[in-house]
C-alpha cells in the first residue's frame, strides 16, 4: 500500500477525514483484488472438474471400452486425473468459503440464496465425495469403476446442477449492505438532487 503523504490541505479535521477516505479506499482495493483472485480460484478448477469428467464420461472412457484400453493405460490416465482432481477440490473448498464469507460480509442473505448455495455445497461434497472414489485406486474404487458409465453420470448431472445455481445466483444477485455512513450520505446526496 503506497504510504499516505498528508497533503496539508486546511485544519486537521479536512486532513484527518481525507486521510480515513483514503484509507477506506486502499482496504476496497485489496478486497477487491481478493475477491478477483479467489474468484479465478474458484472457476477454473469448476472448469478443470467438470470439464475433465464430461471429458472422461463422453470420449475417454467410451472409447478405451471399445477398443479394449489397456489397464496399464488406464492406470497411468487415472493416476494423473487423481492429482488434478485432489487439487481442484482444495481450490474449490477454499475459494468456495472464502466467497461464502464474502457474501455474507457485504451482502444481505436471504433465505433463498441460503437455501441455494446449501443445496450447491450439499450437491459439491457429494461430488467430491465420488470423484475421489472413481478416481481413487482403492477395491472400493474399482468396484465403483465396474459401474463407471453410471457414476460418470451422476457426476456430470451434479456438476451441471452445481454450474446451473451457480448462474442462478449470480444473475439474480442479493441485495448489498449499506454502510450506516453511506446510507446517510446516500440520503444527503439524493436530498442535495431533489433541491438543486
Ligand atoms: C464441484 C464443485 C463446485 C463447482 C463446479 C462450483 C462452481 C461455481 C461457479 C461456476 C460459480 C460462479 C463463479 C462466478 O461467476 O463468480 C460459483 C460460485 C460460488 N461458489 Fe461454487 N462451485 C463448487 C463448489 C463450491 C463449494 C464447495 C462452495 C462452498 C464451500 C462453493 C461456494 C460458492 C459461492 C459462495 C459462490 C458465489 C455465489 C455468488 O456469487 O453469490 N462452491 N461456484
Redesign the pocket.
Known amino acids: 500500500m503506497v504510504p499516505f503523504r498528508p497533503l496539508n490541505i486546511g485544519p486537521p479535521s479536512i486532513c484527518g477525514s481525507y486521510r480515513i477516505r483514503y484509507e477506506r479506499k486502499c482496504k476496497m482495493e485489496v478486497q477487491q483484488i481478493l475477491a478477483l483472485v479467489f ?1 479465478w480460484i ?2 477454473i ?2 472448469m478443470i ?2 470439464g475433465g469428467t464430461i471429458f472422461l464420461r463422453c470420449s475417454l472412457v467410451p472409447a478405451a471400452n471399445e477398443v479394449g484400453g489397456s489397464d496399464e493405460v488406464r492406470e497411468a490416465i487415472r493416476r494423473r486425473w487423481a492429482k488434478l482432481v485432489m487439487l481442484s ?1 482444495l481450490l ?2 477454499v ?3 472464502y ?2 464469507h ?2 455474507a460480509v457485504n ?1 444481505k442473505m436471504d433465505g433463498t ?1 441460503l437455501a441455494l ?1 446449501a443445496i ?2 450439499l ?3 457429494a ?2 465425495y465420488l470423484v475421489a472414489v472413481v478416481s481413487g485406486r482403492s477395491s472400493m474404487a474399482r468396484r465403483f469403476r465396474e459401474k463407471e458409465i453410471f457414476w460418470l453420470n451422476v457426476l456430470c448431472l ?2 451441471i446442477g ?2 446451473c445455481i ?2 442462478y ?2 444473475v439474480f ?2 441485495p448489498e449492505k449499506v454502510e450506516p455512513v453511506e446510507q446517510a450520505r446516500l440520503v444527503v446526496d439524493s436530498y442535495e438532487d431533489a433541491t438543486q
Open positions: 474468484r474458484h472457476i478448477p469448476s472438474l467438470v477440490v474449490l473448498l475459494s468456495g468459503v466467497n461464502f464474502l457474501k451482502y440464496y448455495i450447491k455445497v450437491l459439491a461434497l461430488v467430491f451434479a456438476m452445481i454450474v451457480a448462474g445466483v449470480k444477485p442479493i
